[in-house]
């Protein structure tokens, strides 16, 4: 609710600027009264949103997968985000390969904890599909290398991207939370 008075307000009394200091974003507006005023965003409530994403996501480390459901009482993989998401007032896409249409594409060098991350597999007739979604949990800068909570018919657990299985069906990285929100 926070997110959208901020952007209304921006959106309404003219944003001029944004720039970024010090873990800070500033937005420099100019309303109506025609007085120049500043509104301050630290990137630590970003941080800790994630942080709680990610704690909320943990919580249900170990339920069982259900195809097709998107609640506490089993998810499937898209469900799983989706519902995690929500809880934050994310609406994201119902399906793995809709909710890749859904927030920025982001590089492997640019990943964040609270990104996810899709893998693809090959169909019958040769193509590849988005076949599955996680939210990247951790990051190994150095090595370009991610943990990710997602459910899968194991449940819910963490797995590594450099899991056979997992680097060979890697797809892609799309951001949902951007950094210039509150």
């Known amino acids: 609710m926070r997110q959208t008075t901020i952007f209304l307000f921006l959106c309404v009394f003219g944003l001029n600027s944004v720039s970024a200091q010090n873990d800070t974003l500033s937005y420099n507006f100019e309303p109506m009264d025609g007085k120049n005023y500043q509104l301050s965003i630290d990137n630590e409530q970003l941080s800790n949103k994630i942080d709680s994403m990610i704690a909320f996501a943990k919580d249900f480390m170990g339920l069982k997968y259900r195809y097709g459901n998107n609640t506490p009482a089993g998810f499937d993989c898209s469900g799983f985000t989706n519902?995690?998401?929500?809880?934050?007032?994310?609406?994201?896409?119902?399906?793995?390969?809709?909710?890749?249409?859904?927030?920025?594409?982001?590089?492997?060098?640019?990943?964040?904890?609270?990104?996810?991350?899709?893998?693809?597999?090959?169909?019958?007739?040769?193509?590849?599909?988005?076949?599955?979604?996680?939210?990247?949990?951790?990051?190994?800068?150095?090595?370009?290398?991610?943990?990710?909570?997602?459910?899968?018919?194991?449940?819910?657990?963490?797995?590594?991207?450099?899991?056979?299985?997992?680097?060979?069906?890697?797809?892609?990285?799309?951001?949902?939370?951007?950094?210039?929100?509150?």
């Open 83 to 182: 519902y995690v998401f929500s809880q934050f007032g994310y609406k994201l896409g119902r399906s793995s390969s809709d909710q890749y249409k859904d927030g920025i594409l982001v590089s492997k060098e640019n990943m964040k904890p609270g990104d996810l991350v899709f893998f693809q597999e090959k169909n019958r007739n040769g193509t590849y599909r988005i076949n599955h979604v996680g939210m990247i949990i951790s990051v190994d800068t150095t090595a370009m290398t991610f943990h990710f909570i997602h459910s899968c018919r194991r449940g819910v657990l963490i797995d590594h991207s450099e899991m056979e299985y997992y680097q060979k069906r890697f797809y892609g990285i799309r951001r949902i939370v951007e950094e210039d929100e509150n």
